[in-house]
């Protein structure tokens, strides 16, 4: 059974971080190109960052400089500093993963909430 759980969503001030997981299990996380994406009211769902196995991170422009994505295999979890947050940056934040050998094959987690506000 394939799953994906988010963790360490909350409310953070402006200028504060948090630090996004997503726990994955039931499929071969190494063979899977891994993202967060987000979805504020009103708005459609975006993409935040992505990392494939071994290669680039790449970033929106809205987010370079002050997010990190990174993956760990081993524990087949990929995680979403986020640092330098402003209120903007409110909305759902969803996990992806997405095959590298068949790229209509993906899964999404249930996201967390991610609020910035004062």
């Known amino acids: 059974q394939v799953q994906l759980v988010e963790s360490g969503g909350g409310l953070v001030q402006p200028g504060g971080s948090l630090r996004l997981s997503c726990a994955a299990s039931g499929f071969t996380f190494s063979n899977y190109v891994m993202s967060w994406y987000r979805q504020a009211p009103g708005k459609q769902r975006e993409l935040v960052a992505a990392i494939g196995n071994g290669g680039t991170p790449n970033y929106a422009d809205s987010v370079k400089g002050r997010f990190s994505i990174s993956r760990d295999n081993a524990k087949s979890t990929v995680y979403l500093q986020m640092n330098s947050l402003k209120p903007e940056d409110t909305a759902v934040y969803y996990c992806?993963?997405?095959?590298?050998?068949?790229?209509?094959?993906?899964?999404w987690g249930q996201g967390t909430q991610v609020t910035v506000s004062s």
């Open positions: 992806k993963a997405r095959s590298t050998f068949r790229s209509s094959q993906m899964y």
